[in-house]
């Protein structure tokens, strides 16, 4: 990518702030198709249900689990949708910073209920696919359970990490968490973008078990969080930059050229009121014969050379 450069050569586009405008514009687009798909869960599914129209949704559900003739089975469909819209239309706000700022107490209600319906939805969807058999192939299906499976995992640690307080490693894994429970949804958009690429199927097949319905049911959930991990990547990397020249700088009192400052000669002198301590101790002294002695030459010497070895070697250890 070219940098835009002005007549002294400082770059114009940071990388920062591109990056940090890429993500405000992805927020922006997520949010739009997060709300889309709340409406389609609540007009398909949420509103039939409760004006009992149940023949609208039956003939509007692209699955099986609608038409199902077991009630237990029909409890647990339902369980797993209808959280899906309430996740869909809230989950997104946890990643603003400035709600999470002004508003951290609907940021912990909210986080708490996006992540208790997302383990719930997990669960549900792998018991639908495995345990009701609602799947339309075996080879179909690995993509959205390995992605079942993922979601617990991540819950946890993105949960335990806020318990206790690691903020950084909370952030890692709520991000990773929100990217996995958003599998189901990011994969419809990877469909449809890949019809609209190709003008049509290719490599896909009825029972989304062609090999590109298989890529791009893994691809879904594993390519963004591998993004996510590029980015979390180079933000360490900064920091630790920081944190490195912070670490030469404190050395610094170290190296040659500067000298050693404990035994180089003092260039600049404070003055300084002092308390009259010296003057009453010379009365004091005159008073007392055995203070009156002085140290001989070679004492003075032998006292002011440990005194340089003892500094030279603390400098050195
Ligand atoms: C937690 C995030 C999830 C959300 C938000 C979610 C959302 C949905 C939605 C909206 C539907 C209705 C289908 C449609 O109209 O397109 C659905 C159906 C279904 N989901 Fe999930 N889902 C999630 C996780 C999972 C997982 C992890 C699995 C499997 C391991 C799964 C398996 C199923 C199955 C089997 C159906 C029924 C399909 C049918 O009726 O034939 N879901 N899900």
């Known amino acids: 990518m070219q940098v835009l450069m002005n007549k002294v050569g400082v770059p114009l586009i940071?990388?920062?702030k591109t990056l940090s405008h890429i993500v405000k514009y992805w927020v922006v687009v997520a949010l739009l198709g997060q709300w889309m798909f709340a409406a389609y869960i609540l007009s398909?599914?949420?509103?039939?249900?409760?004006?009992?129209?149940?023949a609208l949704t039956f003939s509007l559900s692209p699955g099986q689990g609608a038409n199902t003739e077991?009630?237990?089975?029909?409890?647990?469909f339902f369980?797993?949708?209808?959280?899906a819209a309430l996740m869909a239309m809230s989950g997104l706000f946890q990643l603003f910073p400035s709600i999470r700022k002004?508003?951290?107490?609907?940021?912990?209600?909210?986080?708490?209920?996006?992540?208790?319906?997302?383990?719930?939805?997990?669960?549900?969807?792998?018991?639908?696919?495995?345990?009701?058999?609602?799947?339309?192939?075996?080879?179909?299906?690995?993509?959205?359970?390995?992605n079942g499976i993922l979601i617990p995992i991540a819950i946890y640690f993105a949960w335990?990490?806020?318990?206790?307080?690691?903020?950084?490693?909370?952030?890692?894994?709520?991000?990773h968490s929100f990217i996995l429970i958003n599998g189901v949804w990011s994969f419809r958009l990877y469909l449809m973008g890949w019809f609209v690429v190709n003008q049509g199927a290719n490599g896909n097949s009825a029972s989304i078990d062609g090999p590109a319905d298989i890529a791009l049911s893994f691809a879904s959930y594993l390519l963004p969080m591998a993004i996510a991990e590029v980015i979390f990547w180079a933000q360490r990397n900064k920091n630790n930059n920081i944190s490195c020249e912070v670490n030469l700088a404190s050395h610094s009192h170290?190296?040659?050229?500067?000298?050693?400052?404990?035994?180089?000669?003092?260039?600049?002198?404070t003055k300084v009121t002092v308390a009259p301590i010296g003057a009453r101790a010379i009365i004091a002294i005159k008073d007392v014969l055995t203070c009156q002695t002085k140290p001989i030459k070679a004492a003075i010497a032998i006292a002011l050379y440990k005194l340089f070895d003892n500094t030279a070697l603390g400098t050195c250890t």
């Open 14 to 16: 940071s990388a920062e």
């Open 44 to 54: 398909i599914y949420a509103l039939p249900t409760i004006f009992g129209n149940s």
């Open 70 to 76: 077991s009630s237990a089975e029909s409890l647990v």
């Open 79 to 83: 369980v797993h949708i209808i959280p």
């Open 102 to 146: 002004k508003y951290p107490k609907f940021h912990r209600y909210n986080g708490r209920m996006f992540l208790t319906l997302g383990l719930s939805g997990a669960l549900t969807g792998l018991y639908l696919t495995w345990g009701a058999g609602f799947r339309f192939s075996d080879l179909g299906s690995l993509g959205v359970t390995f």
């Open 160 to 175: 335990k990490a806020a318990i206790e307080k690691k903020f950084t490693i909370h952030r890692r894994f709520a991000i």
């Open 254 to 269: 170290q190296v040659p050229h500067i000298g050693l400052p404990q035994t180089a000669p003092v260039t600049r002198e």
